[in-house]
């Protein structure tokens, strides 16, 4: 397609908290097309309606019924919300949400509310705190709560008994708040009597307990304090934006991450996804649904245990949707210790657009609660922060129960130690936990004599006896005998809760480590589970041998075992008296590759000669291959590189196919340690590149490994600037049919070769109106690589009567130098291109950039009087959206479209690249919001994917999305979606940019008809 971007990102869209969604229920919502359109409005046109009026259009199954528990102005804009042991509702609000406000001027609120009569509708309301800035999570405790208010977690204490907080006090922060849609979020005290909490989207914290053992916490991450603030510690890291926690009696902790999947069973110091990462060589850890909920937009997460709905209702997580207004429904099956997510109709739809459940908590009295902030906008970036549209007063807290059945609340303040022992047995786990909570806290020490009876009756119930030990181990009383019996209790919870009970010790007996290997063969998977990840917290010389064995064993449906398994021997091996001898023993080839794959991810100089004498011995996959092979050249001893070089120049020889991918290895792995690469490896280098060049025949088409190959070879070739395949590059540079990748990386490295003998053919293609425009614009690109007069000239040259998007490219190439700024100028003067060009965002960033007051004076002269960027791309969205007409027709080529734009960088189906966030469900988004996202991507962004300008120390300058850090190497991606490395020690200024990465000239990239196929194709992606 003629005069068309080939790689344009959609990196500025999806940034948000609450996004895209998924089409409703046809049972429930009665769903028609029509139907799903009230939700695609980013910021509704419904009307604003009364809580009675909006309670008439909740959609329910039969015998729920769903009533008014509290509403403004009694409350605001709810967020989260928790019971504490009197059965009283605390909840957080923010009407300051989503720009935080100044230091000192919050005005968000913490309120108690009571149903004191039993009618079912709060009637006792007391504001406990109301001088907060965006409080999010929250947890009840003795005499106040423990809270997040920007920039701290916070412990609020009422003194005097007042109901009102009288005494405020720090124990963790401060938190990074660049981000305000996620942040410190859904608190829970759990088993242990530690502080659970999530770590929300974007923002990098770093922070302690009054110990000193700081945490970094890098957006999603999950994470536990004391609720003295003592310690802090994070339980997992990744995710993207985590927003609801609950837990099962087995004591596995579940979370919903907003942005990709709403259930997600934790791994005790798992490494889950998340944008920017780099998978490890053992993987991440494994998720427990092969399906999503098409949606980005999901918040709270509860795992119904009570009694109060019907059996097919129970043990359900319901997630919260405030897209689609809903609240789904999921069960779950085990495959050994595995969950399996099953899904259900939803359970509730609003017919309110403006229904936003943010939380959903099950109340003491069985039901269930939910937190509505109630608003025509819900989303963070795809609509500005300060729309005056955002509701700020209206707020609802709905309770829904089945034909109004709810048990009766108990004060459980007012019980007494017998009273609390007895409910520590119940049969629902919400009170059971309630029960533990308030006697630990109450009664403390006095509490061990009673508890320590219980537990030694072997009539207790295991439900008992589970919350008995649990209770004596936070009172420091739980004598080893008592929970070396429960380690061989005939029932597996007692069994599972007893090991992570012995997780939270500081030592083990060794007793203690016995019991722990034998259970590594239980016959119960979960009970294996639970002692290794026991294990994995305990390194033990004694132990990782065990491991290493067992883990080859285990059933491939069991992948909650096997990571759990691995986690526990990379635990030990990080271990340097244990990483010592597992490298020296000889272990049979399935053991090897267990602990050549855990090795490998390590980054320690002890592993680089293991991995090589076992890749030289065991014949690995071709991705562990890769993988091991970088994991040596990055940290084997400098005096081992010639050795590394014979093995991968043997592997080569032997599979020619990998050859590249071997000679990339090495370089990565000798970059991220900073290495200055061998002349050796050079050489082969430059022999693997002028091979391929000269023995890959040029043709019309090639494959896959083809072009990889080619594309390696060029790169390599200007690198370093191999003028023996001069010509073997212009053959490739100049036939147009050839993949534009290709001729692309050709182009590059001519001017990487020979700069003014191959400027002239590079400018030709740069020039020539029968190349794609894509293609056009990556000359120029490749043209400005020539840091002299002679390359901007050209540059400049090739503005006159050039499409839109190639004058862009070459003015940023051109404004990134002095000289190239004052050439612009010149030729903008000249008539060779528009003045308008100056304000272009990526333009006029890098043009006012270092400018002399001069040019800027020239800036300003030229551009005076234009019609500012802003309004010209809402005129042009509003005529486009004027003339659409879907076209169902054009479904085809809109899937083209997508696929060849966007789909290196964004995943639909699971199909794509995830250098931007996933995009199912994106349709629901409806047509004005979409059309928005595509012609005006900068409009709304994301911090997450603001761009980066690093100036290097060489005078270049380079711009990508930043992804991580990588040992010595900061990686980056470019618009193509490709990520490149820049060596830490060559950077001079590494400095945020306005804009994402998406090149913002979509609105003239792309004609009306194409406009209209992709924006169809989007529309249909449900």
Known sequence: MKHFQKTILFLALFFVLFQSCRQPSQEQAESSQADADIYAEHVRTSEFQTPEEERLDFVLPEGFEVTLFASEPD?????????????????????????????????????????????????????????????????????????????????????DNDGKSDKREVLLGPFEYKDTHGMVNNLFRGFDGWIHASHGFSNISVVSGKDHDSIKMVSGNTFRFRPDGSRAEKTTDGRINPFGSDYDDMGYHYSADCHTLPIYQLIWGGNYTQWGKKEPNMGFAPTMMDYGLKSTALSGLVYYTDNQFPEEYRNSFYSGDVVTCRISRNTMEFNGSTPK?????????????????????????????????????????????????????????????????????TDWSKASQDELIQAMGDSILQLRMVATDELVDRYGKDAVPSLSTMVKDNKTSPEQLIQGLWALYRLDALPDNILQNALQHPDRRVKVHAYKILSNYGQLSEGQYAKAMEDLTDKDPHVQRAAA??????????????????????????????????????????????????????????????????????????????????????????????????????????????????????????????????????????????????????????????????????????????????????????????????????????????????????????????????????????????????????????????????????????????????????????????????????????????????????????????????????????????????????????????????????????????????????????????????????????QTALATKILDPNRNITENFRTYNISLNNGQTVSGLFRREEGQTVVLADQTGKEFSVSKPEIKEMSPSKYTLMPDNFNTALSKEEFNALLVYLLNTK
């Open 341 to 409: 997510a099953i899904a259900q109709e939803d359970f509730l739809v609003s017919k309110d657009p403006w229904f936003r459940p943010v939380d959903i908590k099950i109340g003491p009295d069985g039901a269930m609660y939910i937190a509505d902030f109630y608003n025509k906008i819900i989303g963070h970036y795809e609509v500005p922060l300060d729309h005056p549209g955002r509701d700020r007063v209206s707020g609802r807290i709905w309770k829904i129960t089945y034909k109004g059945k709810s048990r009766k609340i």
């Open 533 to 926: 990840e026991l294990l994995s917290r305990h390194p033990n010389p004694k132990t990782y041998k065990k491991l290493v064995e067992l883990h080859s064993k285990i059933p491939g449906y069991d992948t909650h075992l096997a990571y759990t398994m691995l986690m526990a021997l990379s635990n030990h091996l990080q271990e340097k008296e244990i990483l010592q001898m597992a490298l020296k023993e000889s272990w049979p080839e399935p053991q090897a590759k267990v602990v050549a794959l855990v090795v490998s991810d390590l980054n320690v100089p002890e592993t680089g000669d293991f991995l090589l004498d076992h890749l030289a011995k065991f014949k690995e996959s071709n991705k562990n291959t890769i993988g091991f092979t970088e994991a040596i050249a990055k940290t084997i001893h400098p005096s081992k590189m010639e050795k590394l070089l014979q093995w991968v120049k043997q592997k080569a020889s032997e599979e020619p196919s990998e050859a590249h991918l071997l000679a990339n290895a090495t370089s990565q792995g000798m970059n991220q340690r900073t290495m200055s690469i061998p002349v050796s490896y050079q050489s082969w280098y430059k022999t693997l590149a002028e091979s391929m060049l000269k023995s890959i025949p040029v043709k019309e088409t090639y494959t896959d490994l083809e072009k990889a190959q080619l594309v390696f070879a060029s790169e390599t070739a200007g690198k370093y600037k191999m003028v023996t395949v001069n010509d073997n590059l212009k053959v490739l540079l100049n036939k147009p049919t050839i993949d534009e990748d290709i001729r692309s990386t050709a182009a590059r490295a001519l001017m990487m070769i020979d700069p003014k003998s191959n400027s002239l053919m590079v400018s030709e293609r740069m020039n020539d109106p029968d190349e794609e425009i894509s293609m056009r614009r990556k000359m120029a690109t490749a043209l400005a690589l020539w840091d002299h007069t002679s390359a901007r000239q050209m540059l400049g040259e090739g503005l006159k009567n050039a499409p839109v998007e190639l004058q862009e490219t070459i003015s940023v190439a051109l404004v990134k130098n002095p000289d190239g700024k004052s050439k612009l100028m010149a030729f903008i003067k000249m008539g060779h291109a528009p003045a308008r060009l100056l304000k272009q965002r990526t333009v006029e960033e890098n043009m006012l950039a270092n400018i002399t007051p001069q040019q800027l004076k020239e800036v300003q002269e030229l551009t005076a009087n234009l019609v500012p960027i802003s309004e010209e791309r809402q005129k042009l969205i509003a005529e486009r959206l004027a003339d659409f007409v879907p076209d169902h027709n054009s479904l085809a080529s809109g899937a083209t479209i997508f696929e060849k734009n966007c789909s290196s960088c964004h995943q639909i189906a699971n199909k794509g690249g995830l250098i931007g966030p996933q995009l199912d469900g994106v349709g629901n988004w409806g």
């Open 75 to 159: 409350i605001t804009k709810p967020i989260n919300m928790a019971f504490d042991e009197k059965g009283r509702l605390w909840v957080t609000q923010s009407s300051e949400y989503p720009i935080a406000a100044g230091q000192g001027e919050g005005r968000d609120r913490i309120t108690i509310l009571e149903d004191t009569d039993g009618d079912g509708k709060a009637d006792k309301i007391q504001d406990f705190a109301n001088d907060l800035n965006i409080p999010i999570g929250i947890v009840p405790i003795k005499n106040g709560a423990i809270a997040y208010s920007i920039p701290n977690v916070y412990k609020f204490l009422d003194t």
